[in-house]
């Protein structure tokens, strides 16, 4: 059997024990649930900031979504046990936390749902997960059927976890009259201002079924006894009833059934956070039973579809298609129809995501844009974050200054006005100023803080966040900054139609890169407040950054001669089985004049991982200078599954593109190429338009759609269906017959598709060499 | 066999199972350890801020220590597993992760160690940890007898938590020279100033041995593998030796051991934090082996020696005896020479974490009142917190304003002069202020925050932190600070020698109090922000509160008859088996106008619960009116122990007074009486104070030892042996003879023992009604 399948439709993994950190996810707009295929369930919702609902068992540190999290026997998780209570034997779905082996066992990530089935004891169970369009709450179904041709009695019971709550209060009992266990608690606080913020938080978790309990319990400690999770004392005894008095909850209910030969018994549960009880019986009727369960399968599905994006594609490699046309749509969809579900988004994120939806939705594109504007502040710069709501705090990242955030404006406007052509957009009022003044006063913020060579001071941290003590001086400068002004600078010439003095600053910051930073295969990574240049050949850590060869790419601060050197050390001393690296070799101590990254663990997070947003960026600057052969490699060693033993050493399921794989490929081949189980990342929208734009060449231009591939050399055919401006472009690329574009048919002059005077469904031959 | 044996030397505990959450701890001036008997722990290290180098495998929050700390497989401990190599049986000491029931047990606190033994599959393991005097770091001795006349082939896995070190970088790798684990990590940081503040941190974790392992691992999820923490895959296996990459570290050594018929085998351990190899290698040095773990014994015993105070009972009530003859005074001992291992103590546990030592060390006594003083702010109030170091932070309820702060000086500055008659220390000087004036400043201020009706302001809190909706808005007055105001007035008449106008403002405030709280049979608790009384006969909860009555007792707000009628009210409606509640009935909902307090569990921490601080300064106050019986019944009731079924009820060891029992008795019968397992609490200043002053009566005056005991009745007979200003006093109690008072067999007018010319031992003889 295949350890893993994957097609748009779903995907599949047959073991809890060969990638026991494989997950998937599901999220709408009020919370995110990630969910191994073990059972363990990490779930968040918005009130509006970030809360949880099912907690760790100790008090836990508030951070940001950590990467590699370490399960542990009381991670929070959906669990269900079965004994059998003539052979007393039993064992819990989905493997948690009793890990007995199943006979079979699957775990499948659909677009809008998640689905676990075992196999075990002559039983087959479905465990199978929804989350409604609009609601922070969780929809379970349970089947059991038996395979016996004989009567079985079980006792069946489903375990949530609730966890700790609060110090100052918290206790559960069960509610007859919902037919719930309701843990409560009170957020605890000790001044006066957070007793009126909290006010309205919703301090509740409950569980609710379809089918009335022969008994449960509240108390997690009393309900393990000596046997622990895995051997509870009340499974075997029978569960007693108890309401938790500040004693750690949890939600436990308890079926004793008969299942007739080859009879199934179908639960259902709703588990989630709730304000108070008639919130619990509100969210009851809405969502509880098969029929709810049924219907918001239909909506979550019909929500999911609306985020398919601009692109199917058919090719030799028909896992890359399944990923491309569906997977990463919808982690791309995700990323900009929540910010992350985030109340402080980074403003580079923030900006990133909606060029995601570009290719999705491109009217959030839009307003993403005129929203970001909206927080520009008086001097030209943006702020550090985009604050979603009226009261939102930065966070801890959030309050350190970076220098790049401008940047992003000109990088998204692109892509939105190739993609769309609403140049109208650059005419509009964002609170009294146009949009064309607010792009420039963020250039020549851009301008006025750089140094006397033109090199753009980095302060605190750039794209790369840690590192934070380049400049923090006030006079180190990043290199790769230098060159993603100069990109902006010249988008804006062409966006704009206005040359200068736009154009001749991006020709001069070019050539101070070229003057200062050049290191004779490479572009270095800046220089320091004391004037030490860094990411150059002679460094025996951090040598050689990724970022400044993609950006001198794109910026034009690379002649031709000088991109084959970069792109070639970046293959010597970067690229790896698991992709390229961000920056090698890894640090392994720390460098005071760079800063944080250094101290990072090597080979994890950015301290020379493969960096998967770096890597995409660095994709798409292939793209850009046609090197599309190397961005296919590149771009599919990002989604791993070349075999399964290579996804089985990345412990990644093929649903997401996560954050980083592991780098430190040479010191540490062990945990190379380890996923971090991320699926929060820009590099989805990046990968995204590499393959639009880039590989297929399918980019919008001013005329119309502008075709020129670079597809990768043993690909003798492969199609691409195009939602553009209204239209569908059936495109069917063939490699070694008449090169040339046809459209319906008719030879077309050029490579540019001009605009239809109606939209309709056009069908494009792309003759390839 | 009993369950519990409590000796002066020694409290032993024969169960793991009975009473799992029974603790122990350790400290010296540099670290804190808490023990279960079950072999969880958790420890804390000064640098100078707390922290930890074993900790919970997720990120944990910070926050204060917290009460009934429900515990969790992976909750960090120090384990031994114990495999025999023939049967392939396994076990783990003391009882923690696997949790076979042993065919015996102990658990034992020793002053200045613990010590666990385990009789299991015939073999008998001691496991014994002790601290030094002046270093963070464990020492840990494993002895393993083998019962059998035959050789046996065993792996001894030794297993020391880790746990989730920091998102930033952590790993774990053995090495070889030290013969160590040594795990690594940078606390985590984003913001420059991090930087440099966490530079000198000891982020490092290590375990040494004195012998060479036979194998190891550094990676807790690969040592677990399938089988969990209970039933380790390597365990089985054999050690793999893995470098823990970023991975959750664990610090495990294998033994593969024969022992010979009836031998028996001895490992030493030093496990703790270190700032990087070299110090590893010195606390090695130092601490590894048995000459050390010997020395330390000794050198830990006789520092917690210093702390015998300054009376020895000997009583009918051997239990009671043993408790207060070593255990309290430990406890005593431990808050006031290490301030709880905090470094901004709130002010008022300063103040009497302090007048526990006058009676220990009165010299740290005196010193603590001058340096609170040097704290004091220029408008003669207290701030929140005495900060300990340069640079200590306020932590969260010190952000909060109090407005009691100032009359804890007048407390303690009593006890001190009672005992030590250094009335010199009113003439010192404090950073060019002399204390008397500073006091006087301090009342002035308490005069000054009273409203119209000479009732004092109680802002966000009093002593009752979490009451902080009374008086935020500026008018909410609380009565019982209004009371302790008065009583800190009329300390300073007999301390200062000087009348007015102190003497006329405590009475004019025993007389408001009278007007405005005096609710028939009890003071109320006070008036709100909009005139509200509360703590009053006509609340249905909350409507007795015990610190009102306590200090009305002392400040002689109350008549006699007022008196006899709230120890009444006290006894029916707060007073249970577990002692005497600090309010009744819980508040079960927020009461908008009383705050937080409201919102906490019922029956826990303050709201409802048998909370130990209040209680004893009930018990103060009942022997200074000389109501020694329910003193006593009282001081009973707060050690437990009537019945061993009492301290199965509370979980709690009888080494130490925790800062709560459960109350809300009526409605939660099940949980009332449940320990808190706090071991941070006034309590014990106070239990000390009224066991000496009080019950024994042997109070210091200007002229000598004043002998007013008021033992309980049923004590025929009784012995005291008093340190006073450098003479000892054995004191005999004796019930129905001749009544009076002799010195060295010569009767004595009064009941003042006037001080001898020169400090000697002297013989007193007590004749009791």
Redesign the interface.
Known sequence: MRLITLTPDSCTLTSA?AMPRASGFLWNCKMMLHATCRGFVTAQHMQPEPAKYSH????????FM???T??????PGRFVYVRDLVSQRHFSVPHEPV?R?PKAFTFTQHPERLEWSVEQDDLDIRWSLVLPVDEAVELWRLEIRNRLDIERALRIVPYFSVG?MS?????ARFNADLNAVIASS?TA????DD?FKNHHLKDKTFLTCDRLPDAFETR??DFEG?G???DPDMLRAGLAGGEA????PAAVLQFDQTLEANETQVWHFVFGPAFDEAEVACLKAAYLGPEAFERVCGEARAYVEQGRGVLAIETPDTHFDAFMNRWLARQVYYHGDTNRLTTDPQTRNYLQDALGMVFVRPQSARESLLYALSKQNADGSMPDGIKLYDGAQFS??N??PHTDHCVWLFILLEAYLDETDDYAVLDAEVDGQGVRARLEAALRWLLKTRDHRRLSYID?GDWN??M??VG?KGKGVSGWLTLAVAYALRLWVRLSGETQPWAAEAEAMNAAMNTHLWDGDWFGRGITDDDVAFGIRRDPEGRLYLNPQSFALLSGAASEAQAERMVQAVAAELETPYGVEMLGPPYTKMREDV??LT???P???ENGSVYNHAAAFYIYSLTQVKKGEKAFELMRKMLAGVDESDYVQRGQFPVFIPNYY?GDFHA?P??AGRSSQLFNTGTVAWVYRSLIEGLFGLKGTREGLSVQPCLPAHWTEARATRQFRGSTYHVTYRRGGTPGLTLNGRPVVGNVLTLPEQPGVFEVEVGLQ
Chains 1, 2 share one sequence.
């Open positions: 024990t760790a068992p100790v008090v836990e540190g508030k951070t950590l990467p590699e370490a399960h542990y026997a009381h991670h890990r082996a700790y110090w100052m209060n918290q206790g009170v606080y000790q001044k006066i007793y997690r400690e000596e622990g999770l895995s008095l500040y004693e750690t801890y990242i309050q350190v605190q966040d840690p934070n003590m923090w800063g944080r101290q990072k663990s080979g994890v997070a592991r540490h062990r945990t």
